[in-house]
């Protein structure tokens, strides 16, 4: 058996898996991180295909950036699963752990065995065009054909963080005092109540 079809199928498996696993878990904070091992698990296929630099951004910016965004803006606006801390877990949970621990450590012996051995011509995939993936055709089509929906993505992203921040204010309560401090840094007087 090929090593390189192992890689891909383990790693295929991770993916789909992890990828299945965002929308099924309750708690959004442990679908942030089933999206950051299924981004890992597709960077582990893009290096397979020979697009270094695209596998590295997917890592650096996706699994990075945009997951740190996604945590931020969960624990921002307080967001919490139904977490049943006294209750047992499901049934499911502890294999669940075990399978999927199991196949990210496989990916990884894999994908540094894979590194240690000599490069092998006759492997599942064919020799992709050197240009395939780097960081000049990256630029280029990013700059070039793909430049409005690049802008419009960061436009999405800033009115995302924006929402979530106006979602996460509270509003006063008319019931809620409202302390005013004067200009020495005490409380000032409490307003009177005007009769009449």
């Given amino acids: 058996m090929n090593l390189d079809l192992v ?5 295929s498996v991770v993916a789909i898996f ?15 991180l089933y999206l950051i091992l ?3 698990s597709q960077a582990v296929l893009y290096v397979q295909l020979g697009a270094l630099f695209m596998g590295a951004i997917l890592i650096i910016v996706y699994a990075g950036a945009i997951m740190v965004l996604f945590l931020f803006v969960i624990m921002l606006l307080n967001l919490r699963g139904t977490e049943d801390l ?7 949970s ?23 051995l000599p490069p092998v011509t006759a492997g599942m995939l064919v020799e992709p065009d050197p240009t395939f993936g780097s960081v000049t055709e990256v630029g280029r089509l990013m700059f070039t054909e793909w430049v409005y929906p690049l802008q419009l993505t960061g436009i999405l992203l800033l009115i995302a963080v924006v929402a979530a921040v106006v979602l996460a204010q509270k509003e006063r309560s008319e019931d809620e005092p409202v302390v005013t401090i ?7 007087d409490p307003p009177t109540e005007k009769v009449g």
């Fill in 18 to 32: 992890s990828a299945i696993m965002v929308f099924a878990q309750r708690n959004p904070i442990a679908s942030v």
């Fill in 7 to 11: 890689i891909f199928a383990v790693s």
């Fill in 94 to 116: 502890t294999p669940t752990k075990i399978i999927i621990s199991t196949l990210f450590a496989v990916q990884i012996v894999l994908v540094a065995g894979r590194a240690a």
């Fill in 86 to 92: 006294g209750l047992p877990s499901h049934p499911l």
């Fill in 182 to 188: 004067d200009q020495a840094g005490g409380p000032a």
């Fill in 38 to 40: 299924s981004l890992l």
